[in-house]
């Protein structure tokens, strides 16, 4: 048996109505927050600010190094001729934007349940989107934190998937060996991130297109999941 689950969160535990790569979404998530902080923004300062996160979009440009919210907002700052007593109000109600249209998947509670009463240590390894803090990256799982003990993301490691920090952090933080972690996530990376790190790989695929990533094991609906975790593998 296993001892500890690691889970990706977006598309794994956490539904998203809104497209992974948010390019399309930049300006109406910067009107939202510039009307939240009372100030205008032209035509051009919003094509300004939509140039400096395309520079971060990890769908376009991907990277393994995480970046801060701070660094990416303080370069939209320099373009725009916007107080800095606005950085907080602006950075937080863009970011909240993207966190209004999600749901927990309907077969996760009851699978997180079930490994807690079997003794499994949970945890999440998610990469935050444009540096975002935790507190928003986080904000997404509220309804099923009391069942991880580790919720985990790129800003605590500094790198993102398929780097395996993300599992030798949570490694040393559980005292549990990597080859008794289970990940489970839905996109290539998740699946070359453990593999990479000797932890068992587990593609969660919710669509009827297969694809081979490596994954060790493919499940279509997380109830598959408890029987893997807690085989006996002697």
């Known amino acids: 048996m296993f001892k500890a689950v690691v889970f990706d969160i977006g598309q794994t535990l956490i539904e998203y109505n809104k497209p992974l790569n948010w390019s399309k979404s930049y300006h109406p998530a910067l009107e939202r927050a510039a009307k939240a902080c009372n100030i205008y923004l032209s035509e ?15 769908r376009i440009n991907p990277r393994e190094y995480e970046v801060s919210s701070n660094k990416i907002f303080a370069e939209i700052f320099e373009k725009l001729a916007v107080p800095q007593s606005h950085f907080e109000l602006l950075k937080s109600e863009f970011y909240a934007f993207f966190n209004n249209e999600t749901s927990v998947f309907e077969d996760i509670i009851p699978v997180l ?6 003794g499994i240590v949970l945890a999440t390894l998610s990469d935050v989107a444009y540096g975002m803090d935790n507190e928003f990256a986080l904000a997404d799982i509220s309804e099923i934190k009391d069942y991880i003990q580790y919720p985990v993301t790129s ?4 790198f993102r998937k398929p780097n395996t920090k993300g599992l030798l952090f949570l490694s040393e933080k559980m005292n549990i060996p990597l080859s008794q972690m289970v990940m489970v996530g839905d996109e290539e990376k998740d699946i070359i991130c453990a ?6 790989s587990v593609w969660i695929n919710r669509s009827e297109e297969y694809k081979d990533f490596g994954q060790m094991k493919s499940i279509h609906t997380m109830l598959e999941l408890p029987e893997i975790v807690t085989e ?3």
């Open 44 to 58: 051009t300062d919003f094509q300004k600010a939509g140039n400096v996160l395309l520079t971060y979009n990890t």
């Open 113 to 118: 349940k079930q490994l807690n009463a079997n």
């Open 155 to 158: 800003n605590d490691v500094g």
């Open 195 to 200: 593999n990479n790190a000797g932890v068992y």
């Open 232 to 234: 006996d593998r002697n």
